[in-house]
């Protein structure tokens, strides 16, 4: 998963886990960023009465360095209140919700949104905004799309909010990935064969938690501009999401719960699949705790990145180039930790500074893609991943691929990356899968899978 | 023992034992502040009973040293007071 059971701890704790971070141009507002920001893995849509939310005592923040320093110089926080209109029943609605207002709806959350500038002084966007109910079913939220769209609220200066359930939007074939690292498509040469098959979705029919806000670009450069070229060093955001708790709980044993003490960070995410296979066990929640701007600690990490070592092992023969290569992999730090200077891709950089820092780096200069590639820049769009990073682009083909070596002439000309490694997929030819859907407009994300609706998952 | 917990609350403690106290009493802050050691910061000691408002936790984070954790809403004061929390550790007893 990209970020969705990443780590011992937070996995534990799904409220506060990061799941996801997007970053791209809003297609069809390309004068703005939408940054999103998912929380809450692998939700059963059926899961109620007590259906999924966001956590009241967890601080939710999108972040924006626009200096190359890996410290925030944008800060959007999100906090929750849930308000239950009738504690005397057990009912998550006693009847068809057709609005977010509705009184049927008996456990409503609001939030509010407060934007923070790199001196830490503090502004209030938004209060009381409504977030839509989960999708119970058919009787209970008869039309969730509508519903949905009320949840989507207009601030001011031009910046739009959403908070709520939404459809997966991520794609993985978690059960073959994470059974010795086999992807299905080319399991026949693995280590442990299996006749090849078509990948498996891991996350279909399942919901996250989205925090999604779209900002003019002019609210998120250094100097308040809208560059236009992509040389400009103006036009690059790194951009990250966390999740914190107060440093103190105390259970008082009757349903009741003190917290003090300052907002720890438990949780963050900007690159996706990095805490996930690059972090080792040992420092993964560590890495949870530290912020970008520490991250040159764990450079060691992305310059010999253990599945490197694994594929040519769990592949015997077909990744031999990839075996004989020793140098330590800059094209990895420079593609995750630093982004990717000027003169290396023909119109294209997203080089923020030496600092290495875990970002999302976004070149904003760089207009919407007309017809968009899933597999982003190795596709050649652009626009996509890992220019930022788009609902629909499919990360873990590129990750498994530039992983693999297909990026390494980028800083090593000498190198042939292996055949194989340009074609490696988890669903070939890469594609999103059947049933992953989203929206043209935002959040982007899709309308969340009713609890009626869904499956039980076979089994065999 | 130290207990474990995910939220690191007691992450850096290195004391073999700890003391958590839930001070939600105005008269229990003031004997606190009154038995503090002399590097409570100036500031620090401006809190009043008048200005808690809600509860106030205090951490023992080591106590060979008397280093003392107390969080009250968004803040955090470490201090040292090995008096107190010698005291602290024979109300354990």
Redesign the interface.
Known sequence: MSSHREAP??S??PVADNTDTYAFVSPDRPDTVTLISNYVPLEEPPGGPNFFEFGNDVLYEILIDNDGDGLADVTYQFRFQTQVGNPNTFLYNTGPITSISSANWNRKQFYSVTVVDANGNSTALGSGLACPPCNVGPRSTPDYENLAQQAVHSLSGGIKVFAGQRAEGFYVDLGSIFDLGALRPFQNLHLIPLPATQGVNGTQGLNVHTIAIQVPKTLLTSDGSNPTKESDSRSVIGVWARAS??????IEGNGQF?E?????Q?SRLAEPLINEVIIPMGKKDFWN?QYPVNDSQFVKYYAHPELAGLLPVLYPGVFPNLAAYTKPRADLEAILLTGIPSGIIPGFQNFTSKTPSDLLRLNIAIPPSANPNILGILGGDLAGFPNGRRVFDDTVTIEIRAIAGVTIPLVDPSFKPDGAAGLVDDFNPPQIPQGVHYQQEFPYLGVPIGGFQSQPHPVS | MVKLTRRGFFKQTTASAATIGVLAAAPNLAAVVENSAPDVPAAETELSAATLTEPMLAHVRDVATGEVSLMVGEREIIYRDPQLVMRLLRAMH
């Open positions: 701890e937070i534990k704790d708790r107060r440093k103190a709980l105390i003190d003090a003490g300052p907002w720890v438990v705790s």
